[in-house]
């Protein structure tokens, strides 16, 4: 934890050094992006911070990430965090860009021209990949572009999933998002219809005739990376017949270790035998869902009715094996199975892309950083940074983590933005254009820039077309009619 004395006091001692505003630009305007740049204006009087996106709405996964029957649960969480956001776009001290892209809109090196700091925290879009076998197959996705998909995201908004060609889907994986996906398959559309989720997506779903969703993972109950309140959701659904094999359930001493060091592991797998022990499996024609174990992704198959389409998954067959109880890995057995399945998600993990003149590690696809410094090089003995870059969030410690998370790694990543300015690291003796340059730079570029008064242009139009339709929001999904309502 930041010691907060401390930072104000450096903050202070700055304020004396030099007349002009410090100016960061933070990438990005996710969680990571909004609570570094709250952490910066709380902190430090003179800092002066702009967020840009490539998106002309803000929040990141916060919008188009968080499943949209989520904002129903008691605490709201995704509306306290957005509204704790919102105040933080209006401090004067702030300015969001929205519709700004880096890598394309402007370069990296032209950002650290303009601001005496960087923060790069923009997420990660991108996947983990298999490398199996037929990957390539139609009706074979990635958990994040389904997500997008029935979120709304302008990028996705036709990705348009064949959900009428089968009744069977598996998903790869067995984390909260994999859990979000296939309640989104499984839930009565009456009750998602109450949600903002987008209006393509809930036409689909209606018509869908996906009845049975196998959730697999390569590991075993006690592995499961769910968590016990997002895996009682799904549980919970109406009309669901929940199908756990009982001999899966069976645990070894390097289980019982693993449960008795982590209390989440301890709590998903009582769920899960709870749910197998109480006979979740109702009478036939109700919506299924399997938990399958140990079973480790081996190629996909293509149909044999439906030429060059999905037609079903090869898994291996796998026992753990690991020294380490708290690292049990799967081990192929060289048994293998087949699930038939006309669509597959894959949901193993999302990936950040790297960007122009940015150190980027490929093989963990992170920014290589210490604390939220990024590194120029990390590979020689003296560790060398790059001055005045820093990294959070998602693309600081890779794809995992709640909304809270990126508020603890917010403050590590302004803990050395903090050091930088008390070592003289990091001065604004020389002016910096900030955001007037910016502004003139994307101007010249002919850019539509939405600020973020556009942005709450496009936050009413969605308000008022949901109130019509008794539900949050109607979200606006393509970038036509989001760059219009911002812009006009
Ligand atoms: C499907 C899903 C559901 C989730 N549900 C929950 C939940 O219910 N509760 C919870 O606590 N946590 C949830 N999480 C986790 C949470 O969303 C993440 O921890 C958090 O959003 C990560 O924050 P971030 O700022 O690093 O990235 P992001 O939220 O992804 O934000 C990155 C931002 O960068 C922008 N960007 C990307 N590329 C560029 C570029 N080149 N130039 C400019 N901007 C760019 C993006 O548009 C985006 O706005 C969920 C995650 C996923 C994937
Ligand atoms: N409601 C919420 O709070 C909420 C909702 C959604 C997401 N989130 C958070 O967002 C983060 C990302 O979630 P996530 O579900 O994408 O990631 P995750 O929690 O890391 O889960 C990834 C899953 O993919 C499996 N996997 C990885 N590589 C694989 C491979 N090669 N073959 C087969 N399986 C593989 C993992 O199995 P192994 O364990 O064997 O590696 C694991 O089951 C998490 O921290 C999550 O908690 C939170």
Request: proline share 5%; net charge neutral.
């Amino acid at each position: 934890m930041v010691n907060l004395m401390k930072l104000r006091l450096i903050s202070r001692r700055f304020s004396s050094f030099s007349s002009n505003p410090l100016r960061v630009c933070v990438v990005g305007s996710g969680p990571a992006g909004f609570y570094t740049a709250e952490k910066l204006l709380k902190t430090h009087e003179r800092v002066e911070v702009d967020i840009i996106d490539r998106l002309p709405t803000p929040f990141g996964l916060v919008r188009s990430g968080v499943a949209p029957d989520h904002p129903e649960t008691k605490e709201n969480l995704p509306q306290i965090v957005t509204n704790q956001f919102t105040r933080v776009a209006q401090n004067e001290r702030c300015s969001f860009f929205g519709n700004v892209s880096l890598g394309s809109s402007i370069t990296l090196a032209e950002l650290r021209e303009m601001y005496n700091a960087v923060v790069l925290s923009y997420g990660a879009e991108s996947d983990r990949s298999l490398g199996i076998p037929g990957e390539k197959l139609p009706g074979i996705y990635a958990a994040r572009e389904f997500v997008w998909w029935y979120n709304g995201h302008p990028d996705y908004r036709d990705l348009d999933p064949d959900l009428k060609s089968t009744d069977t889907a598996v998903i790869l994986g067995q984390g909260n998002v994999a859990l979000d996906v296939a309640r989104i398959l499984l839930r009565p559309t009456a009750e998602l219809a109450k949600t903002d989720i987008a209006v393509h997506a809930l036409n689909a779903l209606e018509e869908s005739s996906i009845r049975k969703v196998y959730l697999v993972g390569r590991r075993g109950p006690v592995q499961a990376a769910c968590t016990a309140k997002e895996l009682r959701e799904i549980l919970g659904t109406k009309d669901l017949g929940i199908h756990i094999q009982q001999a899966d359930l069976v645990t070894t001493p390097a289980d019982e270790i693993e449960m008795k060091n982590n209390r989440i592991r301890r709590r998903v797998y009582e769920l899960l035998s709870k749910a197998a022990s109480t006979g979740h499996a109702r009478v036939p024609s109700q919506r299924e869902l399997h938990f399958v174990f140990f079973r480790k992704p081996d190629g996909f198959l293509e149909s044999d009715g439906r030429n060059g389409q999905l037609g079903g998954v090869r898994f291996e067959k796998t026992t753990l094996k690991g020294d380490d109880e708290l690292k049990q890995v799967a081990v192929g057995t060289g048994v293998h199975e087949d699930i038939s399945c006309g669509l597959a998600l894959k949901s193993i993990g999302y990936k950040s892309v790297p960007i122009e003149d940015l150190p980027f590690d490929s093989y963990k696809g992170i920014v290589p950083n210490i604390g939220g410094r990024v590194l120029a090089d990390a590979s020689q003995d003296h560790m060398k940074y790059e001055t005045g870059l820093y990294v959070c969030g998602w693309l600081k410690r890779g794809p995992t983590g709640i909304i809270g998370t990126n508020l603890y790694c917010a403050e590590e990543t302004l803990a050395c933005i903090s050091d930088d300015i008390e070592k003289g690291i990091l001065t604004s003796n020389s002016p910096k254009p900030g955001k007037e340059g910016l502004a003139h730079l994307l101007d010249s570029r002919n850019q539509r820039v939405v600020s973020f008064d556009g942005w709450e242009k496009i936050d009413a139009e969605e308000k008022r077309r949901g109130n019509l339709k008794n539900k949050p929001r109607e979200k606006l999904t393509t970038w036509e009619e989001l760059l219009k309502v911002a812009c006009e």
